[in-house]
C-alpha cells in the first residue's frame, strides 16, 4: 500500500488545518488507517485512527479537536484539525496497518506548525 500524505503548513494557534492521505487501494475492513506524529526530541506517537469498518479512535491529548474521517471513494482519509495549539506542532504521518499480512506501510510526512 502507498500512501501520500499532503496539508500540513503553518497556522496560528486556535485555527484548523485539514491534512490528508490518499492509498494506493481502498482500506479493508479488518485494516486500520491512521495518523501519527513526532514533535522534535519526542517519540512518534498515534493521534487517530480508523479502521475499515468506521471505528475510530483518538489521542487523549486530540480529542474533541480532531476528527479522523474516510472518502472511500477516493481511498482517502482525513485528519481535521481544529483548535489547534502549538503543542501539535510536529511531522504529521499517515499510517496503514494491514490485518491479515500483519504488514504496516508509512507515508512521508506533512509538517504542522502551530504558533503562538
Known amino acids: 500500500v502507498q500512501l501520500q500524505a499532503s496539508g500540513g503548513g503553518l497556522v496560528q494557534a486556535g485555527g484548523s488545518l485539514r491534512l490528508s492521505c490518499t492509498g494506493s487501494?481502498?482500506?479493508?475492513?479488518?485494516?486500520?488507517q491512521g495518523w501519527y506524529r513526532q514533535a522534535p526530541g519526542k517519540q512518534r506517537e498515534s493521534v487517530a485512527a480508523?479502521?475499515?469498518?468506521?471505528?475510530?479512535n483518538y489521542a487523549d491529548s486530540v480529542k474533541g479537536r480532531f476528527t479522523i474521517s474516510r472518502d472511500n471513494a477516493k481511498n482517502t482519509v482525513y485528519l481535521q484539525m481544529n483548535s489547534l495549539k502549538p503543542e501539535d506542532t510536529a511531522v504529521y504521518y499517515c499510517?496503514?496497518?494491514?490485518?491479515?499480512?500483519?504488514?504496516?506501510?508509512w507515508g512521508q510526512g506533512t509538517l504542522v506548525t502551530v504558533s503562538s
Open positions: 499510517n496503514y496497518k494491514a490485518f491479515r499480512s500483519q504488514n504496516e506501510y
Open positions: 487501494r481502498s482500506i479493508f475492513e479488518l485494516d486500520i
Open positions: 480508523i479502521t475499515g469498518s468506521g471505528i475510530t
